[in-house]
């Protein structure tokens, strides 16, 4: 069974850099759309930013010009930078990839774990 597995999470004042990485446990057959969302305390889980496998990116508002997204397709990782943090970034970040594990099949949505972004002076 495929699993996406997270990493970068953490601490971070305002004005500060993070970079969240996504990679899977093992090697699917393909990977569609990969994605980065998070979800807030008291919020619902929103899309921050997604990417295709050919590499066309979309951006939620609150994320163009401070996050980019990126993708190394032959690693079947996938990648965030987020600069300029601000308050309202802290969330639990997911990871999400529209997986297909054999021919034939149709792509299913799988998901991180979770790791946890706080942005705090």
């Known amino acids: 069974q495929v699993q996406l597995v997270e990493s970068g999470g953490g601490l971070v004042q305002p004005g500060g850099s993070l970079r969240l990485s996504c990679a899977t446990s093992?090697?699917?057959?393909?990977?569609?759309?990969m994605a980065w969302y998070r979800q807030a305390p008291g919020k619902e889980r929103e899309l921050v930013a997604s990417?295709?496998?050919?590499?066309?990116?979309k951006y939620a508002d609150s994320a163009k010009g401070r996050f980019t997204i990126s993708r190394h397709n032959f690693e079947n990782t996938v990648s965030l930078e987020m600069n300029s943090l601000k308050l309202e970034d802290t969330a639990v970040y997911y990871c999400?990839?529209?997986?297909?594990?054999?021919?034939?099949?149709?792509?299913?949505?799988?998901w991180g774990q979770g790791t946890q972004v706080t942005v705090s002076s």
């Open positions: 999400n990839a529209q997986i297909v594990t054999s021919w034939g099949e149709s792509s299913r949505p799988h």
């Open positions: 093992v090697r699917p057959f393909r990977i569609n759309d």
């Open positions: 990417i295709t496998a050919g590499g066309r990116t």
